[in-house]
């Protein structure tokens, strides 16, 4: 019921393409779904935020699609660069609750 | 360069050994956290402080001890850790949610301490 289930493990893109990465939850008590990127020896920054009132939210080249009958969320990156080869992570909250509930992550290497 | 740091960057300690790791933040916010990070894997909430009392404990085990001196510092006192307990520990920090229209604050995590238990 807390989970968050993040796919695929691992992507590989050209340069130039469009990365996607999906998320599912169960549970409709959330209602804040963060993006955040890792680089190695850093720590997450926050990338993206949607809530379920929103279908589509844009930020430069990265976008979160939000269905809400579905329970599903997904980051697309757009004109992929090696820069943004990194770990991202979605996650979930309820409101007013302080605790983020992380998908396992997903390691993009973006291909020169 | 991330608002929240934490030092030291990494830290080395044999199991006997007591050591702190530090987290400042001076962006006023009132809520902060401590995280575990194992390789490969997300971040493993351990701790939460708000107004600087101790909100959420996940059930660590007491050789870890967190400390909220005041509202931009966040200590964490080790104490006969064990191996497993290497790995990378963040802080991240919060404003409070003061209503339901600004609910959901953004953390903020630092860098980062990579521990390592001999």
């Known amino acids: 019921q807390q989970q968050v289930k993040q796919s695929p493990q691992s992507l590989i893109v050209q340069k130039g393409g469009i990365s996607i990465i999906n998320c599912a939850y169960e549970?409709?008590?959330?209602?804040?779904f963060p993006w955040y990127q890792q680089f190695p020896g850093k720590g997450p920054a926050l990338l993206i935020a949607?809530?379920?009132?929103?279908s589509e939210k844009k930020e430069g080249r990265f976008t979160i699609s939000f269905n809400k009958s579905a329970k599903q969320f997904s980051l697309h990156i757009m004109d992929s660069q090696p820069g943004d080869s990194a770990t991202y992570f979605c996650?979930?909250?309820?409101?007013?609750?302080?605790?983020?509930?992380f998908g396992k992550g997903t390691k993009l290497t973006v291909n020169p | 360069d991330t608002e929240v740091t934490q030092t030291p960057k990494h830290l080395v300690m044999g199991m006997t050994n007591k050591k702190s790791l530090k987290c400042e933040q001076h962006?006023?916010?009132?809520?902060m956290y401590w995280y575990k990070q194992k390789a490969k894997k997300p971040p493993e909430l351990m701790f939460v402080?708000?107004?600087?009392?101790?909100?959420i404990n996940e059930s660590v085990p007491s050789r870890f001890s967190p400390e909220c001196p005041n509202s931009s510092l966040l200590n964490l006192h080790l104490h006969a850790l064990q191996p497993e307990d290497s790995a990378l520990y963040l802080c991240?920090?919060?404003?409070?949610?003061?209503?339901?229209?600004?609910?959901?604050?953004?953390?903020?995590f630092g860098d980062g301490t990579r521990l390592s238990i001999l």
């Open positions: 962006m006023g916010h009132r809520a």
């Open positions: 402080y708000s107004y600087e009392k101790l909100s």
């Open positions: 949607i809530r379920p009132d929103v």
């Open positions: 996650a979930a909250s309820l409101g007013g609750s302080e605790k983020l509930v």
């Open positions: 991240a920090s919060s404003q409070e949610a003061l209503s339901w229209e600004n609910s959901n604050q953004p953390q903020h």
């Open positions: 549970n409709t008590a959330f209602d804040y």
